[in-house]
Antibody, heavy 123, light 107 residues
Framework: EVQLLESGGGLVQPGGSLRLSCAAS????????MSWVRQDPGKGLEWVSA????????YYADSVKGRFTISRDNSKNTLYLQMNSLRAEDTAVYYC????????????????WGRGTLVTVSS | DIQMTQSPSSLSASVGDRVTITCRAS??????LNWYQQKPGKAPKLLIYAASSLESGVPSRFSGSGSATDFTLTISSLQPEDFATYYCQQTCSTLRTFGQGTKVEIK
């Protein structure tokens, strides 16, 4: 079955750290860029970070740059998000998403999402 | 960063209505525009990519149009399962930003 399964969420104090994982199955993980997207409960989607298929290139939203690190282990078909110096405003459901590049015009889109893992930053 | 602005933020409509949601980019993004549907407690689902290409399996009542800075998602005849929140997303920039969402509610 083609799926993404996030894990690692939980309750953490402000200033703390957490590492999220996203296990991929049913497709050739090494062929695809991946992203993390978060959603504050009851609010909209916020793109957080992306990583190229090889892992050699990474991108971050300004809101997490310098605090979060995206990485991947293609031998384990797993995507990670290391989150440090966590703040209350980082509280959200975190989704991982598979990024596809259209063959016709190289346009990118997210065609597969996980169910999400909830991160709560609170004392 | 490219900012995406959707309108309206919410709307009320009846089954069978034609619904239009707009998305405006703060700078030109060619056709690097995707639309997603999200229902409560669920992950987003891709509807439209590259502004007007229908994702496989998505009903043909959904359509997308536009280019440069102005884009539209249209639902030609709203069905009960279409009540949800819709998001646009640009992927021309390395920072793949979303609009704030449009909630479609039952009138």
């Amino acid at each position: 079955e083609v799926q993404l399964l996030e894990s690692g969420g939980g309750l953490v104090q402000p200033g703390g750290s957490l590492r999220l994982s996203c296990a991929a199955s049913g497709f050739t993980f090494i062929n695809y860029a991946m992203s993390w997207v978060r959603q504050d409960p009851g609010k909209g989607l916020e793109w957080v970070s992306a990583i190229s298929a090889s892992g050699g290139t990474t991108y971050y939203a300004d809101s997490v740059k310098g605090r979060f690190t995206i990485s991947r282990d293609n031998s384990k078909n797993t995507l990670y998000l290391q989150m440090n110096s966590l703040r209350a405003e980082d509280t959200a459901v975190y989704y991982c998403a598979k990024e596809v590049v259209a063959t016709v015009d190289d346009r990118r889109f997210f065609d597969l999402w996980g169910r999400g893992t909830l991160v709560t930053v609170s004392s | 960063d490219i900012q995406m602005t959707q309108s309206p933020s919410s709307l009320s409509a009846s089954v069978g209505d034609r619904v239009t949601i707009t998305c405006r980019a703060s700078q030109t993004i060619s056709n690097c525009l995707n639309w997603y549907q999200q229902k409560p407690g669920k992950a987003p689902k891709l509807l439209i990519y590259a502004a007007s290409s229908l994702e496989s399996g998505v009903p043909s009542r959904f359509s997308g149009s536009g280019s440069a800075t102005d884009f539209t998602l249209t639902i030609s005849s709203l069905q009960p399962e279409d009540f949800a929140t819709y998001y646009c997303q640009q992927t021309c920039s390395t920072l793949r930003t979303f609009g704030q969402g449009t909630k479609v509610e039952i009138k």
